[in-house]
């Protein structure tokens, strides 16, 4: 987790610039603390989160074309390394894993022993983390360690993490995070953070220090200090950006209008579409429901507990004395939206969503939570 803030003697750092090299020295560097890099990289027709070993795995001249249902790969005209908006993955499964053995236990002199669970995680390094999904990254830090009950394996995995941001140089076709007030610049939750700047005076880096952390490894690194036009340049890149959003949301009093407008027809209008295939809440990278399951094996041996994944969209997941209180794709697709963008602010203080367009992009049948507040708002009798 990165640590305090960043200190008067971290101020030279804010005007930093690293050079292609030096960034893939920062790599470098961190490996060499012991840190595994996590960053984007190109598989399967996408631009996903995986284990890099350094510059040479990132995503070098790709970009993407991102709408409603809709997610291709293309080609850049330039060398840039972070020319994208968000790929389906967010951080979320590096902490909150998908699947997770809770406990173990064997037979043993005719009773059960539970043996004993080693709780380790690697050391992790996030590169290229975007506004977003740092915003995204704070609430399931305020769901997991912040409550009356401190998720353990959760902190096991967060704690220590070295955050490098980047600020982003181009939005998606269904990016809407300054709608959410989460982007496009990196605000929090970094050590450092970069804007990528390729043009005729070459491929460099204008760096901000989020840590302590992130001063000290910048310094080893070293860096020179960032000429004014450049500092210009990295303002006028997230200016840039925050002009291209391909979605917007009217966020002004939206906890009130959707509690007011819990039986509006658009909720059937929805239904309709939906598939109920749980998608939107895969990707989204704050959904935080799970369920556990109890296995033993076939000589009844061996029996585990193990959490798993879940969605408000299946029909087990409100199941309670025998039905499921939410037995409808209708009940079920409001209580995803109402709780994401009004009881979550109850629950927790903040929006449940933080505009990075996962659950458009990814929904098969494009239904756009945007759209679905709009349609409602339009109508609205309060």
């Given at each position: 987790?990165?640590?305090?803030?960043?200190?008067?003697?971290?101020?030279?750092?804010?005007?930093?610039?690293?050079?292609?090299?030096?960034?893939?020295?920062?790599?470098?560097?961190?490996?060499?603390?012991?840190?595994?890099?996590?960053?984007?990289?190109?598989?399967?027709?996408?631009?996903?989160?995986?284990?890099?070993?350094?510059?040479?795995?990132?995503?070098?001249?790709?970009?993407?074309?991102?709408?409603?249902?809709?997610?291709?790969?293309?080609?850049?005209?330039?060398?840039?390394?972070?020319?994208?908006?968000?790929?389906?993955?967010?951080?979320?499964?590096?902490?909150?894993?998908?699947?997770?053995?809770?406990?173990?236990?064997?037979?043993?002199?005719?009773?059960?022993?539970?043996?004993?669970?080693?709780?380790?995680?690697?050391?992790?390094?996030?590169?290229?983390?975007?506004?977003?999904?740092?915003?995204?990254?704070?609430?399931?830090?305020?769901?997991?360690?912040?409550?009356?009950?401190?998720?353990?394996?959760?902190?096991?995995?967060?704690?220590?993490?070295?955050?490098?941001?980047?600020?982003?140089?181009?939005?998606?076709?269904?990016?809407?995070?300054?709608?959410?007030?989460?982007?496009?610049?990196?605000?929090?939750?970094?050590?450092?953070?970069?804007?990528?700047?390729?043009?005729?005076?070459?491929?460099?880096?204008?760096?901000?220090?989020?840590?302590?952390?992130?001063?000290q490894v910048l310094e080893r690194v070293g860096y020179e200090e960032a000429p004014r036009a450049d500092l210009e340049a990295a303002?006028?890149?997230?200016?840039?950006?925050?002009?291209?959003?391909?979605?917007?949301?009217?966020?002004?009093?939206?906890?009130?209008?959707?509690?007011?407008?819990?039986?509006?027809?658009?909720?059937?209008?929805?239904?309709?579409?939906?598939?109920?295939?749980?998608?939107?809440?895969?990707?989204?990278?704050?959904?935080?429901?799970?369920?556990?399951?109890?296995?033993?094996?076939?000589?009844?041996?061996?029996?585990?507990?193990?959490?798993?994944?879940?969605?408000?969209?299946?029909?087990?997941?409100?199941?309670?004395?025998?039905?499921?209180?939410?037995?409808?794709?209708?009940?079920?697709?409001?209580?995803?939206?109402?709780?994401?963008?009004?009881?979550?602010?109850?629950?927790?203080?903040?929006?449940?969503?933080?505009?990075?367009?996962?659950?458009?992009?990814?929904?098969?049948?494009?239904?756009?939570?945007?759209?679905?507040?709009?349609?409602?708002?339009?109508?609205?009798?309060?």
């Amino acid at each position: 987790m990165t640590d305090a803030p960043m200190t008067k003697s971290t101020r030279l750092g804010e005007r930093a610039l690293l050079s292609r090299d030096r960034f893939a020295r920062l790599l470098q560097v961190l490996r060499q603390d012991g840190f595994q890099l996590v960053g984007p990289t190109v598989r399967d027709g996408a631009i996903v989160h995986e284990s890099i070993s350094g510059i040479e795995d990132l995503p070098e001249g790709w970009t993407e074309s991102q709408d409603a249902g809709t997610y291709r790969l293309r080609r850049r005209d330039d060398r840039a390394l972070f020319g994208y908006s968000v790929g389906p993955q967010s951080w979320k499964p590096f902490f909150f894993v998908p699947t997770l053995q809770l406990w173990r236990a064997r037979r043993r002199d005719g009773s059960f022993v539970v043996l004993e669970k080693t709780r380790s995680a690697p050391l992790l390094a996030l590169i290229g983390a975007r506004s977003c999904d740092l915003h995204a990254i704070a609430i399931q830090d305020k769901v997991f360690l912040e409550g009356p009950s401190v998720d353990q394996e959760y902190l096991a995995r967060r704690s220590g993490t070295f955050v490098v941001a980047v600020h982003c140089g181009q939005a998606g076709g269904t990016c809407f995070c300054t709608s959410l007030g989460t982007g496009p610049r990196a605000t929090l939750g970094f050590d450092l953070a970069l804007t990528e700047l390729l043009d005729d005076k070459g491929h460099r880096f204008v760096v901000g220090i989020g840590s302590e952390s992130g001063a000290q490894v910048l310094e080893r690194v070293g860096y020179e200090e960032a000429p004014r036009a450049d500092l210009e340049a990295a303002e006028a890149i997230v200016a840039r950006t925050a002009a291209q959003m391909g979605r917007t949301m009217n966020t002004d009093g939206i906890k009130e209008l959707l509690y007011r407008n819990a039986e509006h027809p658009r909720w059937d209008d929805v239904a309709s579409r939906c598939l109920a295939c749980t998608n939107c809440t895969l990707a989204c990278p704050t959904c935080f429901c799970s369920s556990v399951d109890d296995v033993t094996d076939l000589a009844g041996e061996q029996a585990e507990r193990v959490q798993r994944w879940d969605s408000c969209f299946t029909m087990d997941h409100s199941y309670l004395h025998g039905g499921s209180v939410h037995a409808s794709i209708k009940s079920r697709y409001r209580q995803w939206l109402t709780h994401k963008l009004a009881s979550w602010i109850d629950q927790f203080g903040t929006s449940g969503c933080v505009g990075c367009g996962r659950c458009i992009t990814w929904c098969p049948v494009a239904i756009d939570i945007t759209q679905e507040v709009a349609a409602i708002r339009a109508s609205d009798p309060g």
